[in-house]
């Protein structure tokens, strides 16, 4: 029950699929979280529904675009503010896209990149400070089996998490004299919203392609999130987990 006590969190994209996963398992095990989202009703609610339950303040919402450097200013204050201090981070904002090369618009490009690779770099730009006060911290930045390996389609959802995956090891091999671990973690296929508004076909074909033959939970991330954000992985940095019933594997 205690494997984050004392430990304060923020979350990016924590309004729903493994965002909110992660702020429920965050808070049951000791943590204090704030999540921040685009969607401010659905956040406010996660919060108040961790809250209600656990009968005390332990998560609190905010609007949080990950695309602004004003914005994670913000929600680091509030880290700060609300909690005292920051440790942990998980940068797990993302959007989807599964267009090709050709396919695909330059706006389309800009704003994949704008979410899914800027955001984890303007994160960790503004926790790694607060981190620092705090003498430790863990960020968990959330690629995907694309940042690891290619597919016909998805070339900027690719581009960018094949991105996030080398950031996370540059941020470790640079922050690991300060105690400060980078790790980042790859999902396969995840029943959230985001696989839901995908196309059935697409999403059959590419969970049968997997050992498993079936599609992960949010909850079975979020608990790969939790290690790596608690002291037990206090020796793991610049590595990258998967968690995709064997996707990768083959
Ligand atoms: P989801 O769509 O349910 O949740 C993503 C959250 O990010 C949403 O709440 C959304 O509002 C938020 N978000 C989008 N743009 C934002 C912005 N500009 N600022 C702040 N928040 C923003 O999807 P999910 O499956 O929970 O995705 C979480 C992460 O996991 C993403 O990075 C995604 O790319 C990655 N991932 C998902 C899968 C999967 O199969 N679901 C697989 C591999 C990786």
Redesign the pocket.
């Known amino acids: 029950m205690d494997r984050l006590k004392g430990k304060v969190a923020l979350i ?10 992660e702020a429920r398992l965050f808070t049951a095990e000791g943590a204090k979280v704030v999540l ?4 401010d009703a ?2 406010r609610a996660v919060a108040e529904q961790i809250n209600k339950s656990s009968a005390q303040k332990c998560a609190h919402a905010l609007r ?5 450097g004003s ?1 994670w200013r913000a929600a680091v204050d509030a880290c700060e503010h609300e909690f005292g201090g920051l440790d942990i981070l998980v ?6 896209n599964v267009k090709g090369i050709v396919e695909t618009s330059e706006e389309e490009w800009d704003a994949v990149v ?3 690779q800027k ?1 984890v770099w303007l994160g960790m730009k503004a926790a790694i400070p607060a981190m620092r006060k705090r003498g430790a911290g863990s960020i968990i930045n ?6 690891l390996i290619g597919s016909a389609g998805s070339a900027a ?1 690719h581009g960018t ?1 094949g991105a996030v995956r080398l950031l996370s090891k540059a941020a470790a091999v640079q922050y690991a004299p300060e105690n400060i671990r980078v790790n980042s ?13 995908l196309d059935d076909d697409l999403v059959a074909q590419i969970t049968a392609l997997a050992p498993m033959k079936r ?2 939970t ?1 909850e079975e ?1 979020a608990y790969v999130v939790l290690f790596l954000a608690s002291n037990e992985a206090s020796f793991v940095t610049g590595a990258e987990y998967v968690v995709d019933g064997g996707y990768t594997a083959v």
């Open positions: 990016s994209g924590g309004a729903r699929g493994q965002g909110a996963a921040g989202d685009v969607l659905e956040a949080l675009d990950v695309t602004r914005d940068n797990n904002a993302g959007i989807a704008a979410i899914n955001g959330i690629s995907s089996i694309y940042g959802y998490k973690v790859h999902p396969g296929v995840i029943k959230t919203p985001m696989v839901d508004a599609a992960g949010a991330v």
